[in-house]
């Protein structure tokens, strides 16, 4: 079993950053990929962007340019950097991790308001 947990959420305004960090119970080097999805209310929850093991990545349209995937296989932790926040960005964020099994996390809250 594997354990992830997000944290790095809050509130900030628009055009701002803010850095998240997913943190696994044990090594990520044999996950064949990572990522981060987002839920807003009302919605369906929203692929982000992904990284592989061999550091290959993905993003949706809406935050290429703004926002970027990174891991530290060192520190069992991927990172997603957000820059150039949105009201739209607004949403509870997900790490997933892909092996033999799917894992998830419990999710951060993001709010980027004025």
């Known amino acids: 079993q594997v354990q992830l947990v997000e944290s790095g959420g809050g509130l900030v305004q628009p055009g701002g950053s803010l850095r998240l960090s997913c943190a696994a119970s044990?090594?990520?080097?044999?996950?064949?990929?990572m990522g981060w999805y987002r839920q807003a209310p009302g919605s369906q929850r929203e692929l982000v962007a992904t990284?592989?093991?061999?550091?290959?990545?993905d993003y949706a349209d809406s935050v290429k340019d703004r926002f970027t995937i990174s891991r530290d296989n060192t520190k069992n932790t991927v990172y997603l950097q957000m820059d150039s926040l949105k009201p739209e960005d607004t949403a509870v964020y997900f790490c997933?991790?892909?092996?033999?099994?799917?894992?998830w996390g419990q999710g951060t809250q993001v709010t980027v308001s004025s």
């Open positions: 997933n991790a892909r092996g033999l099994r799917l894992y």
């Open positions: 044990r090594s990520i080097f044999s996950f064949n990929s």
């Open positions: 990284i592989t093991s061999g550091g290959s990545t």
